[in-house]
């Protein structure tokens, strides 16, 4: 610590006293072993609940889970508390989504400084990314995850990963992977038909985070936030007189993000807002809800 003027020791920042923390902390991990839980499983720390499903299904009992971004945050904006980030000290894997996701371009660095022979794993690796200018990583749409055909990729990339880190059970990670590709396959399919049966050509949506699923599926999402900020009145307006001229009844909005903008809308072309989570952790569940919510507002 530095000293004042007057002789004072005055106090670390905030930040540096977490990152002192967080450091003594991964230390005493790794030279003593006692704050890992003797277990014996590989512990995997992931960024999104969707990606805890993808290493709980891939792992099974091999595997313990680290979720860094709990169910209802927002990775755009999300800081984790120090205790979580000191789980991670103990880490043999991060399962980064890797495709310019807010949080990890924030906390990536930190959190492999935590524990340098942690395996990073690029759950994006293979994918082909979507060119924007959102946010902080601009030219990259971050949220891959959202279509299953992205996922089955994500999925390989784990039990890559986790057959590197313990590959004693690599068998075990490459049965289960095969399983759970089988119900991506039939996520997938059954998808396709509900979209392509129903018709819809066009979802308006509050975030913009279905590029990938509408790039895969064909129909285009149209986003009320203006590359990842709040409207401007002007741009409510018009998207207002849009889904009017185009007939929207459904305004989609997700429980990570203020609703109000989108009830605006709703209640100006006498329409319905329904929530829809690109984040939820039951991936398979979630995705034919999110498909059958966008092929029911059967805009065309």
């Known amino acids: 610590m530095r000293r004042q003027d007057n002789g004072n020791v005055a106090p670390l920042s905030l930040a540096?006293?977490?990152?002192?923390?967080?450091?003594?902390?991964?230390?005493?991990?790794?030279?003593?072993?006692?704050?890992?839980?003797d277990d014996g499983k590989v512990v995997v720390a992931v960024t999104i609940p969707p990606e805890q499903e993808f290493?709980?299904?891939?792992?099974?009992?091999?595997?313990?889970?680290?979720?860094l971004v709990p169910p209802g945050a927002d990775p755009h904006t999300y800081e984790p508390p120090p205790g979580v980030l000191a789980d991670v000290a103990e880490a043999d894997m991060y399962a980064a989504v890797g495709s310019g996701i807010e949080f990890e371009l924030a906390w990536k660095e930190k959190i492999a400084a935590l524990n340098p022979e942690m395996r990073i794993v690029d759950c994006s690796r293979g994918?082909?990314?979507?060119?924007?200018?959102?946010?902080?990583?601009?030219g990259t749409d971050p949220h891959i995850?959202?279509?299953?055909?992205?996922a089955k990729v994500?999925?390989?990339?784990?039990?890559?990963?986790?057959?590197?880190?313990?590959?004693?059970?690599?068998?075990?990670?490459?049965?289960?992977?095969?399983?759970?590709l089988k119900e991506l396959d039939a996520l997938d399919a059954e998808i396709a038909g509900a979209l392509a049966e129903s018709g819809a050509k066009k979802v308006m949506v509050y975030h913009s985070s279905w590029a990938y699923l509408a790039r895969d599926y064909g129909f285009t999402e149209v986003p009320i936030e203006d590359e990842g900020k709040e409207p401007s009145p002007q741009r409510i307006e018009h998207l207002?007189?849009?889904?009017?001229e185009e007939?929207?009844?459904?305004i989609f909005a997700s429980p990570e993000h203020s609703t109000r903008n989108a009830e605006v809308i709703a209640d100006e072309i006498g329409g319905t807002v329904v929530l829809v989570s690109p984040l939820a952790k039951d991936y398979l569940e979630n995705m034919r809800h999110v498909a059958s919510a966008f092929a029911g507002s059967g805009r065309s």
């Not at 995850?145 to 992205?150: A, K, L, M």
């Not at 994500?154 to 759970?180: H, K, Q, S, T």
């Not at 007939?247 to 459904?250: E, L, S, Y």
């Open 55 to 67: 290493v709980e299904r891939v792992g099974g009992d091999h595997v313990r889970v680290i979720l």
């Open 240 to 244: 207002i007189e849009q889904a009017k």
């Open 127 to 138: 994918i082909d990314l979507i060119s924007t200018g959102e946010g902080g990583h601009p």
């Open 247 to 250: 007939h929207f009844g459904v």
């Open 145 to 150: 995850w959202v279509s299953p055909r992205n």
């Open 154 to 180: 994500m999925v390989e990339n784990i039990r890559e990963g986790l057959a590197e880190v313990d590959p004693a059970n690599a068998d075990d990670y490459r049965r289960n992977a095969d399983a759970y």
């Open 16 to 37: 540096a006293a977490v990152f002192v923390v967080l450091l003594l902390a991964a230390a005493t991990a790794g030279c003593t072993g006692t704050e890992r839980q």
